[in-house]
């Protein structure tokens, strides 16, 4: 069976940190791209972050660059999104996904599997 399960998240004040988990079972996780989207409240969900599956490229939005960093450790079908200096506008629900393909893609279809998504909350 195929598990993505997010934790990591919660509630912060603007400023603060947070840091995500990505924990994945049931398929060959080195060899799948693994992304951080998020959806807000009557907004599309949109790509973060991502991690490919070969070379360690990674891709930020221009909203989380030099705030946000995401690193993976294959051994533990693990992938993490460290958030630092969050902002309200940060406030979203975030999933992880996994992607059968080399580089990550900006689009959701690509993304095969899914987490159930975690809660992460700034106030202002």
């Known amino acids: 069976e195929v598990q993505l399960v997010e934790s990591g998240g919660g509630l912060v004040q603007a400023g603060g940190s947070l840091r995500l988990s990505c924990a994945a079972s049931g398929f060959t996780f080195d060899a799948h791209a693994i992304g951080w989207f998020r959806q807000a409240p009557g907004k599309e969900r949109d790509l973060v972050s991502c991690?490919?599956?070969?070379?360690?490229?990674?891709y930020y939005a221009d909203s989380v660059k030099d705030r946000f960093t995401i690193s993976r450790d294959n051994a533990k079908n693990t992938v993490y999104l460290q958030m630092n200096s969050l902002k309200p506008e940060d406030t979203a629900v975030y999933y992880c996904?996994?992607?059968?393909?080399?580089?990550?893609?900006?689009?959701?279809?690509?993304?095969?599997?899914w987490g159930q998504g975690t809660q992460v909350t700034v106030s202002s």
């Open positions: 991690f490919s599956s070969v070379d360690g490229s990674t």
């Open positions: 996904a996994a992607g059968l393909m080399v580089y990550c893609s900006t689009y959701m279809g690509p993304y095969d599997y």
